[in-house]
T-cell receptor, first 115, second 117 residues
């Protein structure tokens, strides 16, 4: 059974039109992450939540925002998508952050196309 | 500076043979963790194996083993007895000690493995 679920799997949006990607988890993990993975590139961390505490990576554009209304759900909002934002967006969770060997559980990703 | 380097963009292996996927890393931390993930065409990242910097034994998980050479800063993944279902992208990733408060994973560029029947 899927433990980290991302919806939709595929999203097409218009240039400049706000779009929201969603992620839910059944693991009751404290930490949720959003990664951006462009074609043939390594996933890159955008931001993460530890419970309700939001942590932005220094180089994440302001165009990207996130919300976590409760433990189970986390949203990625792209306010004005550009062509360069077309990518796979991966949501991940982990039980805690302090232990080195804590694995991250990933969803299947949302592939975003900007037209 | 790139922290995780995977020098093989693509690899082929014959079914039932073993294959090694290379990974080198760069860190000044004494405490760090190394992970390998598999990403099939469906997109999900699947955790395969973990090696801690203080672990003296090489990690093994079923058909997967990690050849950890700390002095060389390498953490190569060995897949034994390859199966057609092993065809996927494989990512090496690192969690550094100073990122312990974020759990942040830094990924390499990945290696695409194709298993031939």
């Amino acid at each position: 059974d899927a433990m980290v679920i991302q919806n939709p799997r595929y999203q097409v949006t218009q240039f400049g039109k706000p779009v929201t990607l969603s992620c839910s988890q059944t693991l009751n993990h404290n930490v949720m992450y959003w990664y951006q993975q462009k074609s043939s590139q390594a996933p890159k961390l955008l931001f993460h939540y530890y419970d309700k505490d939001f942590n932005n990576e220094a180089d994440t554009p302001d165009n990207f925002q996130s919300r976590r209304p409760n433990t189970s759900f986390c949203f990625l909002d792209i306010r004005s998508p550009g062509l360069g934002d077309a990518a796979m967006y991966l949501c991940a969770t982990s039980r805690e952050m302090g232990r080195m060997n804590t694995e991250a559980f990933f969803g299947q990703g949302t592939r975003l196309t900007v037209v | 500076a790139q922290k995780i380097t995977q020098t093989q963009p693509g690899m082929f292996v014959q079914e039932k043979e073993a294959v090694t996927l290379d990974c080198t890393y760069d860190t000044s931390d004494q405490s760090y963790g190394l992970f390998w993930y598999k990403q099939p065409s469906s997109g999900e990242m699947i955790f395969l194996i973990y090696q801690g910097s203080y672990d003296e034994q090489n990690a093994t998980e079923g058909r997967y083993s990690l050849n950890f050479q700390k002095a060389r800063k390498s953490a190569n993944l060995v897949i034994s007895a390859s199966q057609l279902g092993d065809s996927a992208m494989y990512f090496c990733a690192m969690r550094e000690g100073d990122s312990g408060n974020t759990g942040k994973l830094i990924f390499g560029q990945g290696t695409t493995l194709q298993v031939k029947p």
